[in-house]
């Protein structure tokens, strides 16, 4: 994997090929306090070409109904334009809290980066 154009200690980015990126949280509380960089950073991405995010919460303790919310909204960004999010949270999941209005089944949510990857591929996203 080839770094992509940017990185913080918070949200690090790693290019998987030219379509896919994957944003690694390092936060342990994801919430309201990160999502105007959050959406920044995704936003930077989108512009640049990548369709399809992959977001590593592995290290995330605690995900709010504001970063919930941010997740979803990406989704149906990329969503629009072929595009597509999913989430590794690795085997110690991070509790979501979110209001009745997210439904963040819509989203894969995965154990391994490599599961992710599998699925895209058999979604012909690779």
């Known amino acids: 994997m080839k770094s992509a154009p940017f990185g ?7 290019e998987i090929n030219n379509d896919i990126v994957l944003l690694k949280v390092n936060v342990p509380y994801f919430s309201e306090n990160n999502m105007s960089f959050f959406n920044n950073s995704t936003s930077l991405l989108i512009d640049k070409g990548y369709k399809n995010l992959i977001i590593d919460l592995s290290e995330t303790e605690y995900l709010d109904s504001s970063s919930v919310t941010m ?17 590794v949270v690795g085997e110690e999941q991070p509790r979501l809290t ?5 439904d963040i089944s819509k989203i894969g949510i995965y154990l391994t980066l490599e ?4 699925e895209m591929a058999d979604n012909s996203i690779l």
């Open 8 to 14: 913080s200690k918070y949200f690090v980015a790693k």
């Open 71 to 87: 997740i979803i909204q990406k989704m149906t960004e990329l969503a629009l334009i072929g595009g597509s999010v999913k989430l």
């Open 98 to 102: 979110f209001s009745v209005g997210n």
């Open 115 to 118: 599961n992710a990857l599998n």
